[in-house]
């Protein structure tokens, strides 16, 4: 472990190395160790992802690379021998390891009183959820940024409306990896206000805002990456506040729901979408009973 001093604060931040070993993807480990690591203020892993590792041989090129890196490490492995082969390595390192879906599995098993899957990788099988999570980003795909007819946005789950910089397209890509068909359509001043949305019958609609200082800000640095000219309503402070009250008027008289993205990242996002699209699900499904 070892520090270095922040940029124009006199704290130090910490860093030490992280080694993920998987024998998958490493999807999963990366994922949790970033939102386990989020929780620490100052502290900056320097992460070292060994994935796929199914073999013997790769288990010590792994210890080797541990032996050369002190650290934490963090695993899901399911082989039994691979196992024994990286926490007896750790031991005689005199490093820590941990097995990091180990309580969540052993929990579950003991609720459910089920046997344990060994087979590695199991979440990313080729089944009916994978190809529904492609399918669903074909869609998003075809359907980005107003592409498509009214009748192709139907066979949607969910449509997203907003002015322009409002995340749409990534919150959709997003959506779509959890298997949601998502598409986009933006508002552009006098020339599309979502009116051709009214009329959708399946998907739920939803409407994205943005306060006015953050979406200018947000549209000056896209023109500033484009080596392009700031002398447009695309960056004027008064235009763009205009537009936005527009677009968040038209979203109320319509009764789309409405989510303000201004201090959400895309996860926070599509995961107030989904509650939603949840929320809607539910309701009609009470009312076919």
């Known amino acids: 472990m070892n520090a270095a001093r922040t940029t124009g604060r006199s704290r130090l931040a910490t860093y030490f190395h992280v080694h993920l070993v998987s024998d998958s993807t490493g999807e999963t480990l990366n994922a949790m160790a970033k939102a386990v690591v989020a929780r620490f203020d100052g502290v900056i892993p320097i992460e070292h992802i060994y994935a796929l590792v199914r073999s013997d041989r790769q288990m010590e090129r792994v210890l080797a690379e541990i032996a050369s890196a002190p650290g934490v490490v963090l695993h899901t492995l399911v082989d039994r021998e691979l196992r024994d082969q990286l926490e007896e390595g750790c031991r005689v390192l005199d490093m820590p390891q941990i097995a990091a879906l180990d309580p969540l599995v052993g929990a579950l098993s003991r609720y459910l009183g089920a046997a344990l899957s060994t087979r590695v990788g199991a979440q990313h099988a080729l089944d ?39 995340s749409k397209t990534p919150t959709c890509i997003y959506l779509a990896h959890r298997g949601i068909r998502a598409a986009n359509v933006p508002l ?89 699209l949840n929320e809607r699900r539910t309701q009609r499904a009470g009312a076919n009973w």
């Open 128 to 166: 009916t959820d994978y190809f529904n999570r492609i399918s669903a980003l074909d869609f998003a795909m075809a359907h980005d940024d107003g592409q498509g007819t009214t009748e192709q946005l139907e066979g949607a789950d969910v449509v997203l409306c907003g002015v322009s910089r409002t």
């Open 188 to 276: 552009v001043p006098n020339q599309e206000d979502g009116e051709r949305l009214v009329g959708l019958k399946n998907p739920l609609v939803v409407g994205l805002t943005v306060s006015p200082d953050r979406l200018v800000q947000i549209r000056r640095n896209r023109i500033d990456g484009l080596n392009a000219s700031h002398t447009s309503a695309y960056t004027d402070q008064e235009a763009v506040r205009d537009e936005t009250v527009k677009a968040r008027r038209a979203f109320e008289r319509r009764g789309w729901p409405v989510i303000d993205v201004t201090r959400r990242s895309v996860e926070e996002t599509a995961a107030a979408i989904i509650n939603v």
